[in-house]
């Protein structure tokens, strides 16, 4: 199977980065990815676990995947990581921007460091990694980056604050640079998906799993995006459904609906 299914007009020696694979969505497309024959270097903090799906899919799909473990939320880990990627020879031609995670809760009471480290692993570590890889993709004229926005994106998330504005900037950022770099042969997808079933939902209260896509349907849905030009691509038909209601509907009017459903139930009502 050739890498254009992946990456239009891409060579088989780059390779594709995964950011945050050693779970959910992110192990889903090192999965799918090397599937398709894609060599891979795997990005978390969880190295033991990186190493055991490296591992894993080496055997199952004969493919070359290298571990680079990184904590994300700490300055300067883009610069350490893209600095041992080059050193072991490996160029980048498909880059998976899916790394992240979203707090819950009264903005004034969430612990303020976390708060901070969820900008950075959302939104710092993205602009940093597609700042990184993006010049060699358009001198190259094939490509793609793939960033994991979300259905918060499309609207204010009250008792999710700082999750639902670090999807929207990822949302607008993939939508601004998809058109700047259509012309250079390079393809930029925001993949939003909605609630997923993944390890995501262990920080937030009441989770809302039942209703929930697999991380498979989601990588399934980007991985067609990158191949079809698609720059929005939102998971599944409720959640595109919903997010093209929330764009027709009056903004006060989202916000309150978004502050019923994600009001933490130990927060009294109003
Ligand atoms: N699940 C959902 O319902 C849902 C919905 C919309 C969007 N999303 C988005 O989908 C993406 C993947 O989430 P998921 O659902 O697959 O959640 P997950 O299973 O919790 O996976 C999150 C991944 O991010 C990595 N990560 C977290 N903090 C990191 C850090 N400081 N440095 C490096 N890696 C870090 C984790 O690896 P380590 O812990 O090993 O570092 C893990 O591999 C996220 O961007 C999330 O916002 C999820």
Redesign the pocket.
């Given at each position: 199977m050739t890498d254009a299914r992946v990456d239009p007009a891409g060579t088989r020696h780059l390779r594709a980065l995964v950011?945050?694979?050693?779970?959910?969505?992110?192990?889903?497309f090192a999965h799918a990815l090397a599937a398709r024959g894609r060599d891979l270097v795997l990005?978390?903090?969880?190295?033991a676990?990186?190493e055991a799906v490296a591992t894993d899919l080496g055997a199952k799909h004969g493919v070359r995947v290298d571990v680079v473990p990184?904590?994300?939320?700490?300055a300067g880990?883009v610069d350490d990581l893209v600095a041992d990627v080059a050193a072991r020879g490996i160029e980048i031609g498909t880059l998976i921007?899916?790394?992240?995670?979203?707090t819950h809760g009264f903005f004034a009471e969430l612990d303020a460091a976390r708060e901070r480290?969820e900008v950075?692993?959302?939104i710092l570590?993205v602009v940093a990694l597609t700042r990184a890889y993006l010049p060699a993709m358009v001198a190259r004229r094939s490509g793609g980056i793939i960033n994991?926005?979300?259905?918060?994106a499309f609207q204010p998330v009250p008792y999710m604050a700082t999750?639902g504005a670090?999807?929207a900037f990822?949302l607008s950022f993939s939508e601004a640079l998809a058109e700047e770099v259509r012309e250079h042969g390079v393809r930029v997808v925001a993949?939003?998906?909605?609630?997923?079933?993944?390890?995501?939902?262990?920080?937030i209260e009441e989770s809302r799993?039942g209703s929930?896509?697999s991380?498979e349907q989601?990588v399934a849905t980007g991985l067609r995006a990158l191949e079809t030009g698609r720059v929005v691509a939102v998971d599944g038909f409720a959640n595109t459904m919903m997010t093209g209601s929330v764009r027709l509907a009056p903004r006060s009017l989202v916000r309150r609906v978004a502050a019923r459903i994600e009001r933490p139930s130990s927060l009294k009502p109003r």
């Open positions: 950011t945050g694979a050693s779970s959910g969505i992110g192990a889903a990005v978390a903090r969880s190295t676990v990186l990184a904590d994300l939320a700490r880990a921007n899916n790394a992240g995670f979203g480290d950075a692993v959302n570590a994991v926005a979300s259905t918060a999750y670090t999807k990822v993949l939003c998906p909605g609630q997923t079933a993944t390890a995501f939902f262990t920080d799993v929930a896509r991380a989601v």
